[in-house]
């Protein structure tokens, strides 16, 4: 009975290789998506307010703390002032970007070489974000009174951004699968 259920686990690599790839799409293609609402624009305003390799996408990025909103909040003057700081215009750009990943990494068996170079923009994609560890300050939870504040306590921000390790590793895996059917459909990789 032992051996049956571990040759079951054994055999569950194909299984677990679509499940995946079918993860980057998914989530490439909702999270790509809901880029284009107002609280998922405001959401990610920190990371690239703080980030030295972003924050030239913003007019106003230093002053991105005043205006501010929670998730399901609607204060038309902070509306107003993200309209004026590119920040829906900018979430805009990468939602298509992630859409767009997230269509070629799912169209691998027609077009394996841009899927492999989709994977690989995931895997530079991620770095950035992981970098957001440490360029934004909401990545960890602030001295509010409790004990445990700081680096190692992440925020609920900075297990989001931690989680890019795993979509990393998947990414790679899904250009490295990509790559292979390539160099198949060229005739020159068994």
């Keep these: 009975m032992k051996s049956t259920i571990i040759f079951f686990i054994a055999n569950l690599e194909q299984v677990g290789k679509q499940l995946t790839r079918a993860a980057i799409v998914i989530v490439f293609l909702w999270i790509g998506g809901l880029k284009f609402f107002n609280y998922e624009a405001d959401g990610i305003v920190p990371f690239v307010a703080n980030s030295p390799i972003m924050s030239f996408m913003y007019h106003d990025p230093a002053h991105y703390k005043k205006y501010q909103n929670k998730e399901g909040e609607s204060i038309p003057q902070n509306h107003s002032w993200h309209a004026e700081n590119g920040t829906y215009v900018f979430s805009n750009y990468l939602g298509l970007f992630l859409i767009a990943m997230g269509v070629l990494v799912a169209f691998y068996r027609l077009v394996p070489f841009a899927s492999m170079i989709a994977s690989l923009l995931i895997v530079l994609m991620t770095a950035v974000t992981l970098s957001f560890l440490i360029t934004t300050p909401e990545a960890w939870v602030p001295k509010l009174g409790d004990k445990d504040f700081g680096f ?19 990414a790679l895996f899904t250009a ?7 160099l198949r459909k060229e005739h020159t990789y068994k």
């Design 176 to 182: 490295s699968d990509s790559a292979a059917l390539y």
């Design 152 to 170: 190692p306590f992440l925020s609920g921000r900075g297990r989001l951004v931690l989680k890019d390790l795993v979509i990393m590793g998947a």
